[in-house]
């Protein structure tokens, strides 16, 4: 028992002094000229329960790490002590502090032209150049200002209305509520935007656009109007964000206006009446007949459409037909024929050779001049 005894001291002795004898063999070796040396060198290191290491361009304080640390090095410095904080530098444009680590009641952030001050979930500011937001009780309640000037440049009342001034005019919401970037909110009952441009070529003025009753990111949108850019857009019950699939849109351009080309007036699926550029315009009446034309010159016709499309276009060479488009058809250039039974086969004809390919351009062959080639798999190979 004695001897049990006189061990276990001896062991708790040898801890105790361990660390003294590591540092006097890390900083005395070599006197006092050694010393200073490994002083600028170097440290004491008993990773991961203590570490002190410090040299001319960099440092590093730990004790059981991962708990705590603390280095620095030319760039900037680093520490932490879990769960209560965080903190780190880089230069003198970039700093950062969280207490505790994760996660943050109070958060400090400043960058190059910014700063945030967050006490979460009573109040955050906010600088960004001369643009100072501050928010009350996790952004129920939000209001902005420029620096000198008493006005607001935003107010907002979550989830009631939001409204700001951006760039030439203003934005205004009413019950708009959860952001989903890019395509918009993920409900709002109004959206009033003012700040885009509605172009012409005497001078262009501000624009109005409006949203009412938009859904998942304006997947589903009952009403949208604008007359922003070229063009004046006018649309009733949209569906999976998309244009095309709006129960009633109309788009006709600004008179005069640049790059105003193009038009659109359709009730779908029953009606369309689209202007594909200055000269060319398609009108449909769904099933029964539709048309393209060219001026007066008519260069497509559409029986119980998609039964039966006819084209023949003098200026482009381009005759041909579609039977259950796009399942059967035929189509001829100055250049090359093309006839086609999808999914099952292609066939195009040209001057010096041909080309044929089955289940979806899967599988082919074909020779131009003196050129063959072979497709596997979709990918061409030379012959």
Not at 174 to 200: H, K, M, N, Q, W
Not at 275 to 298: C, K, L, M, N
Request: proline share 5%.
């Amino acid at each position: 028992m004695d001897v049990k005894s006189r061990s276990r001291a001896r062991l708790r002795s040898l801890l105790v002094l361990l660390p003294v004898l590591c540092s006097a063999c890390t900083t005395g070796v070599g006197g006092e000229e050694g010393g200073e040396q490994a002083a600028e060198q170097g440290g004491l290191d008993l990773f991961p329960l203590y570490r002190n290491q410090q040299f001319d361009d960099r440092g590093e304080f730990s004790i059981l790490w991962p708990l705590s640390n603390f280095e620095w090095d030319q760039d900037g410095e680093l520490s932490w002590t879990v769960p209560f904080h965080v903190h780190w530098t880089q230069g003198e444009q970039v700093e950062v502090t969280a207490v505790p680590a994760l996660p943050p009641l109070y958060l400090h952030r400043r960058d190059l032209d910014f700063e945030n001050r967050t006490f979460f979930p009573l109040y955050s500011r906010t600088t960004k150049g001369a643009r100072t937001e501050r928010s009350l009780l996790l952004w129920l309640l939000e209001w902005a200002r420029y620096e000198g000037e008493d006005d607001l440049s935003a107010l907002s009342v979550f989830p009631l209305f939001q409204w700001r001034e951006e760039g030439v005019g203003t934005m205004l919401s009413f019950l708009r509520v959860l952001e989903l970037a890019p395509t918009g909110p993920a409900v709002s009952l109004l959206d009033i935007d003012r700040t885009g441009l509605s172009y012409s070529t005497e001078e262009d003025r501000p624009a109005l656009s409006l949203d009412v009753a938009s859904v998942f990111g304006r997947i589903v949108n009952l009403f949208h109007y604008d007359d922003e850019g070229s063009h004046l857009d006018l649309r009733f019950l949209t569906l999976l964000a998309s244009e095309d699939l709006s129960l009633f849109q109309y788009r006709w351009p600004h008179e005069d206006a640049p790059e105003a080309d193009t038009g659109r007036t359709i009730l779908f699926p029953l009606y369309f009446n689209i202007q594909h550029d200055t000269r060319t315009r398609s009108r449909i009446y769904w099933p029964f007949y539709g048309s393209t034309a060219r001026g007066e010159q008519v260069l497509g016709r559409y029986i119980l459409f998609p039964l039966l499309r006819l084209r023949d276009d003098p200026e482009r060479q381009l005759t041909g037909f579609d039977f259950l488009w796009p399942l059967i058809g035929r189509e001829r250039t100055a250049l090359e024929t093309t006839t086609w039974f999808q999914p099952l086969f292609k066939f195009i004809g040209y001057e010096d050779g041909y080309e044929w390919t089955v289940a979806l351009n899967m599988f082919g062959y074909g020779r131009k001049g003196e050129r063959s080639r072979l497709r596997l798999f979709w990918f061409p190979w030379e012959l």
